[in-house]
């Protein structure tokens, strides 16, 4: 079946601008996640969310960083004000209810100039 | 602070041999125990879990759990040039009430496989 797809692949913005990246989970998930990755790094938990509610945002960075999933579904992480120390791959990935396994979109790579 | 520690590499290896990859972790109520493998410019792909004591195998990879310890590893037998990744150990602090929650990850290893 379809793994987590996250849009767009790449996203270079000019620093203070607004950006809203996508993540589309696994079919029947009904947890979602965000993280970011820096080089040489391991991910970093962001926020994530069960149904519709999140569940633990106590990993957004500042109130720049927001992000929804209006129908329990498909997710939005939007960043306000962007800052260059945004600069980061973002990862989306999916869990069932019942299971702590995690599995990771493709990410998206931010680049602030 | 809830960290998670893996020995700093980089891991080399001949084509062959066992990888041995090693991850403390300080947080004793952490319950799950995760290994996900990320080749240059990709995602984490997980390919192990482990729950409990002991070991457990999957193909060439075994994951070893010592809950008493805080120590969880990852074992690759005849490791291959395509295991050559960096490999993340993660663990999983449940939230009230429920399995789900946050991953903790390590920094990674970075494993090269000659042939």
């Known amino acids: 079946g379809a793994g987590v797809s996250q849009t767009p692949s790449n996203k270079v913005t000019e620093k203070g601008k607004y950006v809203e990246l996508r993540c589309d989970p696994i079919?029947?998930?009904?947890?979602l996640y965000w993280y970011r990755q820096s080089l040489g790094q391991g991910p970093e938990f962001l926020i994530y969310?069960?149904?519709?509610?999140?569940?633990?945002d106590s990993g957004l960075p500042n109130d720049r960083f927001f992000a929804v999933r209006p129908e329990g579904s498909v997710s939005t992480l939007k960043i306000q004000r962007t800052e260059r120390g945004d600069s980061a791959v973002y990862l989306c990935?999916?869990?069932?209810?019942?299971?702590?396994?995690?599995?990771f979109g493709p990410g998206t790579r931010l680049t602030v100039l | 602070q809830k960290e998670v520690e893996q020995n700093s590499g980089p891991l080399s290896v001949p084509e062959g041999a066992i990888a041995s990859l090693n991850c403390t972790y300080s947080?004793?109520?952490?319950?799950?125990f995760f290994w996900y493998r990320q080749y240059s410019g990709k995602s984490p792909e997980l390919i192990m879990s482990?729950?409990?004591?002991g070991d457990k195998e999957d193909g060439r990879f075994t994951a070893q759990l010592n809950k008493a310890s805080q120590y969880v590893s990852l074992l690759i037998r005849d490791s291959q040039p395509s295991d050559s990744a960096t490999y993340l150990c993660?663990?999983?602090?449940?939230?009230?009430?429920?399995?789900?929650?946050?991953?903790?990850f390590g920094r990674g290893t970075q494993l090269t496989v000659w042939p």
């Open positions: 990935a999916s869990s069932l209810t019942r299971g702590p396994e995690q599995f």
């Open positions: 947080d004793r109520v952490s319950q799950s």
């Open positions: 079919s029947g998930h009904t947890a």
């Open positions: 482990i729950y409990s004591n």
């Open positions: 993660a663990v999983n602090i449940p939230g009230r009430g429920s399995t789900l929650g946050r991953l903790y």
């Open positions: 969310f069960q149904g519709t509610g999140a569940a633990d």
